[in-house]
């Protein structure tokens, strides 16, 4: 249902950079968090290096397709000062609330994958500002306080696979005072056993509509035996509570098909983690005419880009027979 860029993939390896000696020739890029200021998008990438090390690069374009990629990792300030060994970050998803850009991702430490915060004003300095306690990936702030508390969805690792990997099937809503300290509040929705998405976790930043909170979230069949196939759905949430799921598409909306989402480093993988709509009303209503360009990682590789309109996203909401 989403429609592929022609050209994709927007973003391979071959566009990274050497940086020094940190990055050199790496092995991929993926997953990026996305965000429009003013009349520049950027994306935070996700660069995998031969060591298997993972950096944050910020990609600029002014037309969401052709993007230049800095020469040096994001540095967050700060983050030196957090008492654990951290591994990896990874899987920025970005969110504007009134006075900055926060970023929420994955940080891989020696006690467990915990969601990391660090906010920017101005896409140059970044600064750390927190880490959870618990174990929980696929962490997405909402743009505004629902009911005067800021609030996200976020997937808490609550399953453990075959290999020892821990992961979730159930999306909660929780939230927080101050962006630092979070509360799971309740259950939003849970993976659909036999089905495309057995396994879930949300993708990027939900949209306001008139109709609701549009959400994009991935999913995991995992029942075909040697790999785990990663597909795109999409549901829409009460705007006042979004713990309320008011539809949930049946069918996926994206799926891997083409060669860069079916073979590459994870195959069978297509992850969305950046979205940017193009209008808004006056109220701060996404328009249902308006384009959404969808980011996301393909098989761990490269980045595609897809789109629909917001219309078209609602319409999905409500299609297939799950
Ligand atoms: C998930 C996350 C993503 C990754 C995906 C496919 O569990 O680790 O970062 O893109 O698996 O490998």
């Known amino acids: 249902m989403l429609k592929r860029y022609d050209l ?14 940190l990055i050199i020739d790496p092995s991929s890029v993926f997953n990026p968090g996305a ?78 994958c915990h969601l990391g915060l660090v906010k920017t004003d101005d896409f140059k300095s970044f600064y ?32 453990k696979l075959e290999n020892g990997t821990m992961t979730g099937d159930k999306i909660w809503l929780s939230e927080s005072d101050d962006l630092i300290t979070w509360n799971l509040v309740s259950p939003v929705m849970s993976g659909r056993f036999h089905y495309w998405d057995e396994l879930i976790g949300s993708g990027p930043t939900p949209i306001k509509t008139q109709k609701g909170w549009l959400h994009i979230y991935h999913g995991v069949a995992t029942h075909f035996g040697s790999s785990n196939i990663y597909q795109a759905g999409v549901t829409l949430h009460d705007l006042n509570d979004p713990s ?16 860069y989402e079916l073979v590459g480093q994870v195959p069978n993988v297509v992850f969305p983690s950046g979205i940017i709509v193009e209008e808004f009303d006056e109220n701060g209503f996404a328009k249902n005419n ?33």
């Open 128 to 159: 750390f500002i927190a880490a959870d306690e618990i174990d929980s990936r696929n962490g997405v702030i909402f743009p505004e306080k629902i009911g005067g508390k800021f609030v996200r969805f976020e997937r808490p690792n609550q399953v």
């Open 290 to 322: 308006s384009e959404v360009k969808v980011y996301y990682g393909a098989a761990d590789t490269s980045i595609g880009l897809a789109t629909a309109t917001v219309e078209e996203l609602i319409n999905a909401c409500y299609q297939g027979d799950i």
């Open 244 to 259: 309320v799921v008011i539809a949930r598409s049946g069918d996926n909306i994206l799926e891997p098909r083409e060669m």
């Open 35 to 112: 965000i429009k200021v003013g009349n520049t998008y950027y994306l935070i990438l996700r660069v995998q290096t031969r060591a298997r090390k993972t950096y944050f690069l910020l990609a600029e374009s002014s037309n969401g397709i052709n993007f230049s990629i800095n020469n040096e990792p994001i540095n967050f300030k700060g983050i030196e000062n957090y008492g654990k060994k951290i591994f990896h970050l990874y899987d920025a998803r970005i969110t504007h609330i009134n006075d900055g850009y926060y970023i929420q991702f994955a940080m891989d430490t020696e006690d467990g």
């Open 8 to 21: 994709n993939p927007i973003i391979t390896r071959k566009d990274i950079p050497n940086v020094g000696n």
